[in-house]
Each structure stands twice: as structure tokens, then as C-alpha cells.
């Protein structure tokens, strides 16, 4: 087999340069790991499968790629084959389940993407990547780029590669379709080899920025961003979101000729890369980071804004209110009868609201690495869509699939833009830091319960909490009086604007606060201690991860200084919100 997944393109530079040229030809017997989670090959050592020196076959599924080679890697694989396997891609039937018959994706497929693990250009870890400036020697950089190589293959080639597969019986739930061969694990017969050639090259790449400066408070930013760069047509990832982000820019050019001026100012951001890495978010956020850290109210991110029916929607909890508002405006693009809030609330009142600790799109770089509040806006179905990633996720796909009379695009941009709004335009920052007070004390009891017995001490975090929640409801208070105050003839409030400014500077710097610059131990770049990915899936993500792997280190080694790491992370959690409270209650100590 010929081919890899692109292990890295790195940033923003002038001219285009080869760093160095690999040639890696990799061979081993195929071994079969399912998704190759870390409890894959956990039951594939409890079987008695000796992977080390295989070329693990895997299929794609809930983990980020970057994560399956990753994993791969650590378990002594020389090299990965991912395919898309038609139980899960394929709707688990014949071709008249498969495009362009229908949604899913065909035998034919194949799910590209990067597999690098860290966010950005790999040359210049934690700071810009611009022209002249310092990146990591060759060395340097070999140590952070994938060690073996992968490759994503269709699922036609990966049912032919499970045939040639002998060994052990895979378990049920590891099984493919009803009408397909047996999987079994090997290691063997069949053997891989794998050939990669490839340059690691430094090239161009741009990103698209607009403003619209505030009449009132220029300095304070809304930013709107969605990525360009696809892998194939990409109708769904990103074109959907760059359509929507377009129709955004359109209306406020509307509002504009009618003579409307936002309060704030309003940066409309087209990102380049974002397929490798987050290259083009996560390098401008770098070199304006000292400026957003001070200037930034939110970011608002769109990167697939439709792929299938169902609305949902991500954030920081102080938006989580906000965002319930604007759907309650908006029409439900599949029921003209009811607003998007209506059909999003049938499963729960209210509806849920997800958060952003996954590093999957470029809000990461704003919450995760700079503590920005952020929201992230989609249409689609529960699991996401099929042709994700391939060539198949083209116009013909969306027109006949994702949203066939393209209604769901301009909910999606009519939602993006009131949510933009509000928080352009109101007087008052519209964050309302009680949903992440109840965020926080739902974290710290399932903390509670996965830690009892072992002698850790949360109180720390219960007793920032509760300052937290203190520091909310005086910071609501102070909102409600001012509001009720202004107008009259009272020295106290005769200038209020400097009152509403202060008040405002304080719910937008409090995510700040939750932020330590040495950020979490294994992954140093990320910054939030109450969101980020988890440590065996970029993907996914959990409240207090600097807490839960250390956790998941001492649930592996039971010692008494895995878990004094336990109660260390506890502490540093607890500082950071007892930090954010201070912030909210604005003043000192």
C-alpha cells in the first residue's frame, strides 16, 4: 500500500522551504484493533495478541485518527490502516443504502485527515509561526510529529484486509455487518507493507480577516470564524459554514446601509489550514494573543454549519442562556409551526447546551489556549454524517441529503448573527456565569463519586465554587441596580458608562481566570483547567482534565504520590476559580 495520512503543513511563511525529506517503508503482520481506543488493545493483551512489531488495522470511529496512531504507536505498532467500515459508515446494508442512493458513505470511500496531535504549525509550538521567525531545529520537530506512519484506506480495502486476517475470533461488538466475513484479530497471515515518501515543507497559507469597528467601544471584540481549507469538495466541512459565515457578513452589510453602527467591534475571520492541525486560528491567535486577551469578548465558531437535521450547539456555560434566547427567534427550518428552541427543547427542558473541551475546530486556540468565551453553531444528526471527509461530501450529497432546500443554512446564519448581536450590541455583556457555577458543582460531584476512598480532599473546590456562585449573584445584582438607576439625577451613577464598562470587563475577563499559564501537565499548550481534550481522544473532553488524568495515572499506578498529584490538580483547579471569582467580584483581597 502506497500513501499516508498528512502528517503535518506548517504555518504562515513567505516562501516555500524543504525542512527535510522521509522515507519510511514499514512491513508487519496486519493485526485487527477495532477503533484502537486504549481498552482495544486492552483486550486484545487479555486475548494473548501480540501486537508489537504489527500493522494495525483499524477502524474509523469514535476517537480523533491522531489518537488511533497515537495509541498505535505506544502499543509497538510500526504502522496503521484506517478504513471506514460499512457497519458504521455504510448503514450497515447494501447499495441502496449508499450514495448517491443514499446518505451513507459507499464502499468506496475514504475518510482523509490529518493525524497530527498538537495544534498548529508543529516548527513553532506555543508562539506565531511567521516569516523570520524561530522554529524547532529537525530534531526538535521529529519528536513531536507522528513516530510510524498511517494510512486511510476505503472500506472496500479494508473488508478485503479482514479477510486475509486469521487468529482469534474478534468479540461480538467488535463484528462488522450481519452480511460480512468474520473479523478476527491475527496477528497474520496477511502481512503490510506500508511505503511513505514524503516532504515536511514550510508553504503560504492566508487568512481572511474583516472588521467592522465599534462606534462605541472599538476596543472590545466579537470575533466570527469558519474554516475554508477542505479535503476533497468539503460541501459540509467547511463550505456549509463559509456560505453561512458569507450570508452573516451580507445581513450586517444591510444593517450598515441603514445606517446601523455596532457598539462593538465585529471581526469576521476566514481561517486557511485548519484541516492540518488548526494551523490558521491557532497561529493568529498566537500572535495576537496579548491583544485578545485583553480585547476579546467571545468567539463564535461555525465550522460545519450543516450536515443533517437537528440543531446543537457548544459553549462556555456564561452562554449558555444567550444562545436559548436566539433560538426561541428563530424559525425551525424543518417545522414552520415552531422555533429552532421548540424543536431543540423536546428532549430536555431546557435543551443542552455542549461544551468545547474537544479540540476539534478552531475555537480551541480561543478557549483552550486563551480563555476566551466561545460558542460553536451546527445542523446534524446524532453521530455526525458518513461521507465526512471524503470526496463523497460534495453538493449533490447536501442537496440531496444535509438540507435539500438549503433552509437549514440560513437558520444557522440567522442564529450565528442574533447571538453576534447581542453581544455587538447590548449595553451589558449578555454572560450569565450561574450555568457555570451548576456546571462546576455537577463536575465536582461526579469528582466526588469517582474518587471516594482514596483520600483526596475536594473541599477546596466546594469552597471556590461557592465563592464563585457569591461573586455571580453580586455581579447580577450590581447589573439589576444600574439598570434601574440610570436615568436618574444621582451622583452616584452620573457616569454610568464608566460603571457599565467596569461591570463589562469583568464578565468578560473572568474566563480568563480559569487559565494557568503553565497549562496542563501532559499537554502544557492548553491552558483551560475546566476544558480541554482528553488524553487518549482530541475529540472528546471532560470537566477538570488536569484532574482526570491524573486520576487515570493513579487508577494505574496506586501509589501514594500518583494521588498527592491527584490532590495537587484539585488545588491548582481551585485556585483558578477562586481566581475567577475575584475577577467577577471585582476587587482585591
Known amino acids: 500500500m502506497r500513501g499516508t495520512h498528512m502528517p503535518m503543513l506548517p504555518g504562515k511563511s513567505s516562501p516555500h522551504s524543504t525542512l527535510m525529506q522521509n522515507l519510511v517503508r514499514p512491513q508487519g503482520p496486519a493485526v485487527f484493533v477495532n477503533y484502537g481506543r486504549v481498552e482495544d488493545y486492552k483486550t486484545l493483551e487479555e486475548m494473548g495478541v501480540n501486537v508489537v512489531g504489527a500493522v494495525a488495522l483499524a477502524k474509523y470511529g469514535p476517537i480523533y485518527r491522531g489518537d488511533v496512531v497515537q495509541n498505535a504507536f505506544e502499543a509497538g505498532c510500526v504502522g496503521v490502516v484506517i478504513y471506514s467500515d460499512r457497519k458504521d459508515f455504510g448503514g450497515g446494508g447494501g447499495k441502496e443504502n449508499w450514495f448517491p442512493n443514499g446518505k451513507w458513505m459507499p464502499p468506496s470511500g475514504v475518510q482523509l485527515g490529518s493525524v497530527l ?11 506565531a509561526s511567521t516569516d523570520g521567525c524561530e522554529r524547532l531545529s529537525d530534531d526538535e520537530l521529529a519528536e513531536r510529529l507522528p513516530q510510524i506512519p498511517s494510512l486511510p484506506v476505503s472500506g472496500a480495502d479494508g473488508e478485503i484486509i479482514i479477510k486475509s486476517i486469521g487468529g482469534k475470533v474478534a468479540k461480538d461488538d467488535w463484528q462488522g455487518s450481519k452480511d460480512g466475513p468474520v473479523y478476527r484479530v491475527g496477528p497474520g497471515p496477511a502481512v503490510l507493507n506500508l511505503t511513505y515518501l514524503g516532504n515536511q515543507t514550510i508553504s503560504s497559507i492566508e487568512n481572511v480577516i474583516g472588521v467592522i469597528e465599534g462606534a462605541v467601544e472599538p476596543d472590545r471584540y466579537v470575533l466570527l470564524g469558519n474554516h475554508r481549507d477542505a479535503w476533497a469538495f468539503g460541501a459540509a ?8 459565515l458569507l450570508e452573516v457578513a451580507r445581513r450586517l452589510e444591510k444593517l450598515q446601509k441603514k445606517g446601523w453602527k455596532p457598539r462593538r ?71 414552520s409551526s415552531q422555533t429552532i428552541y421548540d424543536s431543540w427543547a423536546k428532549s430536555s427542558s431546557p435543551p443542552p447546551v455542549g461544551r468545547l473541551g474537544g479540540g476539534g475546530s478552531d475555537f480551541a486556540a480561543f478557549v483552550q489556549h486563551l480563555g476566551v468565551p466561545a460558542a460553536d453553531f451546527s445542523y446534524y444528526e446524532t453521530g455526525g454524517y458518513p461521507v465526512y471527509h471524503s470526496m463523497y461530501d460534495d453538493f449533490v450529497w447536501m442537496k440531496l441529503f444535509g438540507d435539500p432546500d438549503f433552509h437549514r443554512h440560513v437558520a444557522a446564519a440567522s442564529i ?8 455587538v450590541d447590548d449595553e451589558f455583556l449578555p454572560f450569565n456565569y450561574v450555568s457555570y457555577v451548576k456546571e462546576l458543582e455537577k463536575g465536582t460531584k461526579e469528582l466526588q463519586d469517582k474518587i471516594s476512598g482514596k483520600g483526596v480532599d475536594v473541599n477546596p473546590l466546594l469552597k471556590a465554587i461557592d465563592e464563585l456562585k457569591r461573586a455571580t449573584n453580586k455581579i447580577n445584582g450590581e447589573i439589576e441596580q444600574l439598570k434601574g438607576s440610570k436615568g436618574q439625577i444621582s451622583s452616584l451613577w452620573k457616569d454610568c458608562s464608566i460603571k457599565v464598562r467596569e461591570l463589562n470587563d469583568r ?34 473532553s471532560r470537566n477538570f482534565p488536569g484532574i482526570e488524568d491524573a486520576i487515570e495515572k493513579a487508577m494505574g499506578i496506586e501509589t501514594a504520590v500518583t494521588w498527592r498529584a491527584v490532590q495537587h490538580e484539585v488545588w491548582r483547579v481551585s485556585r483558578a476559580i477562586k481566581h475567577a471569582a475575584l475577577v467577577l467580584n471585582g476587587q482585591l483581597t
Open 237 to 244: 466541512d467547511p463550505n456549509s459554514g463559509t456560505a453561512t
Open 265 to 335: 467591534t465585529i471581526v469576521l475571520c476566514n481561517w486557511d489550514a485548519e484541516e492540518y492541525a488548526l494551523i490558521g486560528s491557532t497561529e493568529w491567535a498566537e500572535e495576537n494573543s496579548k491583544t485578545l486577551s485583553s480585547r476579546a469578548v467571545a468567539y463564535l465558531n461555525v465550522d460545519i454549519a450543516v450536515a443533517g437535521n437537528g440543531f446543537h450547539a457548544d459553549a462556555t456555560p456564561q452562554l449558555d442562556e444567550l444562545i436559548r434566547e436566539a433560538a426561541k427567534q428563530v424559525q425551525d427550518p424543518d417545522n
Open 416 to 423: 450565528w448573527g442574533l447571538v453576534a448581536l447581542r453581544l
Open 117 to 127: 496531535m498538537s495544534k498548529g504549525d508543529p516548527t513553532t509550538p506555543g508562539w
Open 507 to 540: 464578565l468578560m475577563m473572568t474566563e480568563r481566570a480559569f487559565t494557568d499559564s503553565d497549562g496542563l501537565s501532559a499537554k502544557p499548550w492548553y491552558k483551560h483547567l475546566i476544558y480541554a481534550p482528553t488524553n487518549h481522544n482530541s475529540y472528546g
